[in-house]
């Protein structure tokens, strides 16, 4: 790993063996980007990257000169309104309203290690030795604005982080109205735009368009990153798949509104934006003042999206994810909101805790409906006091009770909410984010609390923490049922409340900090009404989330195949559910819920009292299973082998670091009468090795990857005697072990 300047041509080279990262100072002293990818040689000029040809309808830097245009040089950190017509990765707007602004070099330092990054979510380093990081100053001499432009070259990542520190050194009041993460123009636009999107219930569906002239784009306004949209985008060429062929993925470490745009202009370039939503920001940056935007993660790969997930998800796993339940073994667990939803009493969570704890669950969790007078879902929230009449003995004699049970106990909160029917808004009707003089709509019966202000957040953290030190908590589901409309702060001046998203989400990572300092052995899991902010901002502080309410086997692979392009497998909570479904009304074998659920945070959401005596058994069964493998199913290689949005067959495939142990899920959705002989072609196997199928029959790793897997079920020809029936949502986890 190396981060080489060259004096003379002014031109920085970030490079790993794996990847190389180009730019150079340009002419006029703005900073040119000339190269992301695959490693290249250094050398001291690199300047034939830069094409510059004279064409009609150009605006140009120089007088005299009909070749310096910033409309066809590729930059790093572009403005708008010089030259260059494309979207910008920066505006300031000033007190005499303009926006123009001119950033030119200034200076550069180069360190070992990586800095964190004040008040926000960003990537780490156990040892310097890890990365290195590059810092070159950018500064704007009228306005005397400097640009501090982060890059960490990470020594065993295909991944440079980035993003941006601004200062106002001058002496006018200015405002921040665009400041992205990450701005990248790549010299071409063939490539296909990989989106995550879907909706409430069907979260991160793949949604492939190819690049066209003009903007496409992703993106959240709703104050979290949403269901609807994913902050991970991925550039790929056409005929790149699993295994083979470039890809980029781009991903922001955040939470709340984003922007991932890419731009391609009449020539066929392609500009990549990604950072904090343009639309509705304005942070105000009086003299002395400073802000910083979210980190922003661009990985690429020349061996196709497999690769780069698998990039990913280490990186996001061992250093972005942190603390003690970072490299764990992630406890079973039984949740009881569909279990229960409102109605439940201590003795009857008890007795669902018992029963799980005879099968095998580690950590017990309850849900919504504990606290204040929460018996539906209009009233309670904000007040996080146990409710006496549902739990007299408070939340600490119910985690006492669990415990004796010989498992751990979890509680559900929903900290950035209140219920209008609630102590804390009777005294603090003023806390929630409002307009004023317009009317305040509900999502859920609820209002969303002011987190930019310090005493909102104070409180909640007073509450919980009260709880989390007199109870025996052992984990936290953190919730967040709705998006943000009518926001205004009224703690802010007028001038400030583009600043309020923004600053919420602060509060909220503020929040979690607290919590993770003060009580560093509570796993925490997040939450959105299922994954309404599955993003890596939340991964900082809770290594693992709830993927989606919608608990269906079927539905579920599609949610956690689009999941994984970005977010490691350790990452995703998945349950096992009661059927029929309670969203889709579907009902699929117990086994295949746990066979898709185990590749994730493994846990169920259902009253085991209500199972037969046989499925009590295949319980038993499952967490057997998953307690033998979970190391590999969590933190293995993973391997995307056949998609959910191609057909009615789904395979997947999680592989022990040491290639020794494979776990091999296979999922038919549709069942097929006299159907084609099948075959999976395995990956990431050593070829070299013989492995063992499901203590039967042993084939070497190369004949599993290049011949494949048989999966020719009964569905193919007549049924034979001592066979099994092949049927709807079947599937099948192929357990292989290597001989000797
Ligand atoms: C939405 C979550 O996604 C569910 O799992 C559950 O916790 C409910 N909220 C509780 O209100």
């Keep these: 790993m190396n981060i080489f300047y060259h004096e003379n041509t002014k031109t920085f080279h970030l490079t790993n063996g794996q990847i190389s990262y180009l730019m150079k100072v340009l002419p006029n002293g703005c900073l040119g980007q000339l190269y992301f990818g695959r490693a290249l040689h250094d050398r001291e000029n690199f300047d034939h990257l830069l094409e510059t040809k004279h064409r009609p309808m150009t605006s140009y830097v120089f007088e005299g000169n009909k070749l310096f245009s910033l409309e066809h040089c590729k930059q790093e950190y572009p403005v708008y309104g010089s030259t260059d017509f494309r979207h ?99 010299p071409d636009s063939q490539y296909e735009f990989v989106h995550f999107s879907g909706a409430w219930s069907r979260e991160r569906y793949t949604k492939i368009r190819t690049l066209e002239q003009g903007i496409q784009s992703v993106e959240s306004t709703r104050g979290h990153s949403s269901h609807n949209h994913n902050p991970f985008i991925m550039l790929r060429r056409q005929g790149t798949d699993e295994q083979a062929g470039e890809a980029l993925g781009f991903s922001l470490i955040y939470s709340g509104n984003f922007l991932a745009q890419v731009e391609v202009d009449t020539w066929d370039t392609s500009r990549v934006l990604l950072g904090i939503n343009p639309f509705g920001f304005d942070w105000k940056l009086s003299p002395g003042e400073s802000f910083q935007t979210p980190e922003a993660v661009m990985v690429y790969s020349c061996q196709g999206m497999g690769s780069l997930s698998r990039a990913f998800h280490k990186l996001y796993r061992t250093r972005l994810a942190r603390g003690m339940w970072r490299d764990q073994p992630r406890p079973i667990l039984l949740n009881n909101w569909e279990a229960t939803y409102f109605d439940f009493t201590e003795d009857k969570l008890v007795s669902i805790a018992q029963a799980a704890k005879q099968d095998g669950v580690e950590l017990f969790v309850l849900d919504d409906g504990w606290f204040g007078a929460r018996s539906n879902d209009k009233a309670g929230l904000g007040d996080w006091v146990a409710n006496p009449k549902r739990l007299p003995g408070g939340i600490t004699r119910l985690a006492q009770r669990i415990e004796e049970l010989g498992i751990k106990f979890g509680l559900w909160f929903e900290p950035e909410m209140v219920n209008k029917d609630s102590d804390l808004y009777r005294s603090h009707p003023d806390w929630i984010l409002k307009t004023p003089n317009r009317s305040s709509s509900h999502g859920r019966n609820q209002y969303v609390l002011d987190f930019s202000r310090p005493e909102v957040v104070d409180a909640v953290y007073a509450m919980m923490s009260k709880i989390l030190s007199e109870a025996k908590v052992s984990y936290i589901k953190w919730d967040m049922n709705r998006s943000i409309t009518e926001c205004y702060s009224t703690a802010l001046s007028p001038d400030r409340q583009g600043e309020v998203f923004h600053r919420y989400i602060l509060g909220v990572y503020d929040l979690y900090s607290r919590l993770n300092a003060k009580f560093p052995h509570v796993l925490f899991e997040s939450c959105a009404s299922g994954g309404g902010r599955f993003d890596p901002g939340m991964l900082c502080y809770a290594p693992q989330a709830w993927v989606s309410d919608d608990s269906d086997a079927v539905e579920r692979l599609k949610i956690q195949y689009g999941t994984s392009f970005c977010y490691p497998i350790s990452s995703m909570g998945a349950h096992v559910s009661a059927v029929p479904n309670h969203q889709i009304n579907r009902t699929t074998p117990l086994s295949t819920r746990a066979n898709v659920a185990c590749f994730g945070a493994f846990g169920y959401e259902l009253d085991l009292n209500q199972l037969t005596l046989e499925e009590r058994e295949q319980v038993r069964e499952q967490i057997k299973f998953v307690k033998q493998y979970r190391l590999v199913l969590q933190y293995g290689d993973f391997y995307r082998l056949k998609s959910p949005f191609e057909g009615t067959v789904t395979a997947w495939m999680s592989v022990s670091p040491d290639k020794r142990t494979a776990l091999v899920g296979w999922y038919k959705t549709l069942n097929q009468v006299n159907g084609p002989y099948q075959r999976i072609k395995l990956q990431g196997l050593n070829p070299k090795l013989s492995y063992c199928i499901d203590g039967n029959i042993s084939c070497f790793g190369d004949e599993l990857m290049y011949s494949g897997l048989i999966t020719t079920d009964s569905s193919a020809g007549e049924q034979q005697p001592g066979e099994k029936a092949a049927c709807d949502f079947d599937s099948h986890i192929f357990v292989l072990q290597a001989l000797s």
């Design 88 to 186: 910008p990765a920066i505006e300031l707007l000033q007190p005499n309203g303009s926006r123009l602004t001119d950033f030119t070099y200034d200076s550069h330092t180069i360190s070992f290690g990586k800095p964190a990054l004040k008040g926000l979510p960003a990537i780490y380093c156990e040892s310097d030795e890890e990365a290195q990081t590059l810092t070159i100053c950018l500064r704007d001499r009228l306005l005397e604005v400097c640009l501090y432009l982060h890059y960490t070259i990470f020594a065993d990542y295909p991944a440079l982080a980035r993003s941006v520190y601004i200062e106002n050194r001058g002496s006018q009041d200015l405002h921040l109205t665009t400041a992205m993460s990450l701005s990248l123009d790549l």
